[in-house]
């Protein structure tokens, strides 16, 4: 994934662009959605063994779930801390039951944020369910953008916070592009195609548009400021 944003020019923060930690959000949040999801919701109080995790729970006589503690990841103490390795050593296996192979799942990801409105929802670290409605969340002061990623570690952050209108709007390109790819190329082959870096004629014509787009919208601006 990263070296796929990083060909594609996508990967640079001081840039405008989404960082690494905000393609791990991606990531993070489509393995959560896939059926059979293949990494937990850690948020519930209570959460159901699936996969490796629960058979060698069951083989061991304990109990098919497992309790949570309900606190912030960024104020946990020592023994919180140690609560979670115990935990994760637990949850090992917890996603075997999904079979599909890493080329399947990079396709499905282009799949599903080709189809992702950006434009009012969130992606979420923290709720199970459908994607949350970007009025719901409440950010911290001048967080909003065109791009909402909540941080794994805290709810009110985004981690997109500095991915503006332009860059957002190339962000989705690409993972339209690779969506697109996927279906007319096929798995076997898409992964270089899907990679390859732009052309210098493709990157001058990309920062052209984006020149065009950053200069509409200031200009929608000043309209409505006057």
């Avoid at 393609?23 to 993070?28: G, M």
């Avoid at 919701?41 to 729970?57: E, K, N």
């Avoid at 935990?87 to 799942?105: C, F, K, Q, Y």
């Avoid at 993972?175 to 790819?181: D, E, G, T």
């Amino acid at each position: 994934m990263k070296a796929w944003a990083k060909a594609r020019g996508i990967n640079s923060a001081p840039q405008g662009t989404l960082n690494s930690f905000g393609y791990s959000v991606l990531v993070l949040h489509f393995l959560q959605r896939v059926e059979p999801p293949i990494l937990p919701v850690l948020t519930s109080p209570l959460l159901q063994l699936r996969g490796r995790a629960r058979q060698r729970a069951l083989a061991a006589g304990l109990p098919a779930e497992l309790s949570l503690p309900g606190h912030s990841l960024r104020s946990m103490s020592g023994v919180q801390f140690e609560y979670h390795l115990h935990a994760a050593r637990i949850l090992e296996g917890w996603g075997s039951d999904n079979p599909a192979s890493v080329a399947e799942l990079f396709a499905s990801f282009f799949e599903y944020y080709a189809a992702f409105d950006f434009e009012q929802r969130v992606v979420p670290a923290f709720a199970p369910g459908e994607p949350l409605i970007k009025d719901e969340v409440e950010f911290y002061t001048n967080q909003g953008s065109a791009l909402c990623l909540q941080d794994p570690l805290d709810p009110h952050d985004n981690v997109s916070r500095n991915v503006g209108t332009s860059a957002a709007e190339r962000i989705r390109g690409e993972l339209s592009r690779a969506h697109r790819l996927v279906c007319e190329v096929g798995l076997k082959s898409v992964l270089t195609e899907i990679c390859q870096a732009p052309s210098k004629n493709q990157r001058r014509g990309q920062r052209k548009e984006e020149r065009l787009r950053q200069k509409a919208l200031e200009e929608e601006q000043n309209a409505a400021q006057s």
